[in-house]
């Protein structure tokens, strides 16, 4: 298997990371997974895009162009045959002797490699159950940030009680899963947390809302309570590895409803027509 390592396809075995890498260190730097189907990177620009505004937004400046990243993992997944998985692609600010500040003249360290998914058939057939947990992560949920200390802490929680996912509130509202987005199905209309700084704003999320609207279903991006949640109609998750399924703590039948279902046909017609060869 190749991986990525600054600008270079190299075996895995042969890529050694610094060990005052600052992302190793500090959590410091910003990453995208993204999904590979039929051999091609799903929605490839919109995570390119989201990866440069993160980093943007912690001061890594990228000295590579959109283009030229994209076109090293295009070259990846083709070198190492990937047809059905994903993609882990990470940034960080560089390295450097340990100290909390960065200073100047650092350069970023870019690291990508593939890997398998199984394809979530069975969760979004039969639904998966959720706990709920107090989002008591930072306030820039929108940068998609190494540090996951929080989510994953409560990721594990949730995979001890036997759920999926668990679901954050936070000041009594909901505002995402610890690795995907929550929409809330109440009288056919779909509600899910605005994209402000205290979600990051899922690129699936955006392609279903998009979806949604073409295809006329009623959605508002709008916070819901604790309450709202547990008394909905449907519930169900988004991201990039769990494309849309769940239903958690029995909401409505136990079992994905009708809108959820609308919606994954939706997005699974989405993601065939867009990874179709042209070739
Ligand atoms: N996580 N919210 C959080 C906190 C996430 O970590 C993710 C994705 C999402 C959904 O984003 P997208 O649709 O762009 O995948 C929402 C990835 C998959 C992960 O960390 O593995």
């Known amino acids: ?9 190299i075996e895995r075995s042969e890529c050694a990371v610094d060990i005052e890498d600052r992302g190793y260190q500090f959590g410091d ?11 091609i990177l799903f929605t490839l620009d919109e995570h390119i895009a989201r990866l440069y505004k993160s980093a943007a937004e912690i001061g890594i ?23 059905e998985g994903g993609l882990y692609l990470q940034v960080t600010r560089g390295k450097a002797p340990r100290k909390h ?21 069975k969760e979004q057939q039969n639904g998966v159950s959720a706990i709920t947990a107090d989002d008591m992560r930072w306030l820039r949920c929108d940068i998609k940030s190494l540090n996951l200390l929080y989510n994953v802490m409560i990721k594990q929680k949730a995979h001890e009680a036997s759920s999926f996912e668990a679901i954050l509130i936070r000041d009594g509202l909901v505002t995402e899963g610890t690795s995907s987005n929550v929409y809330v199905v109440k009288q056919n209309a779909i509600y899910t947390h605005p994209a ?11 392609k279903v809302l998009q979806l ?11 916070a819901v309570t604790k309450d709202e949640l547990l008394n909905a109609d449907e519930v169900f998750i988004t991201s990039t590895t769990a494309e849309a399924s769940i239903d958690g703590q029995t909401i409505g039948s136990g079992a994905p409803g ?3 279902k609308n919606v994954q046909t939706a997005l699974q017609n989405s993601i065939l027509s867009e990874t179709a060869k042209t070739v």
């Open 1 to 9: 298997m190749k991986v990525l390592f600054n600008g270079r396809l």
């Open 29 to 39: 730097g910003v990453y995208e997974v993204i999904r590979i189907y039929n051999g």
């Open 61 to 83: 400046d990228l000295s590579f162009s959109e283009a030229e990243l994209k076109s090293q993992l295009k070259e990846l997944v083709d070198i190492n045959q990937m047809r």
């Open 101 to 121: 500040q960065y200073g100047a003249g650092l350069t970023p360290q870019v690291t990508a490699y593939t890997f398998p998914i199984q394809k979530p058939e």
């Open 196 to 206: 402000t700084t205290l979600i990051l704003n899922g690129i699936t999320r955006m």
């Open 212 to 222: 949604c609207e073409e295809n006329g279903l009623n959605y508002v991006e709008k």
């Open 258 to 260: 009708p809108l959820t």
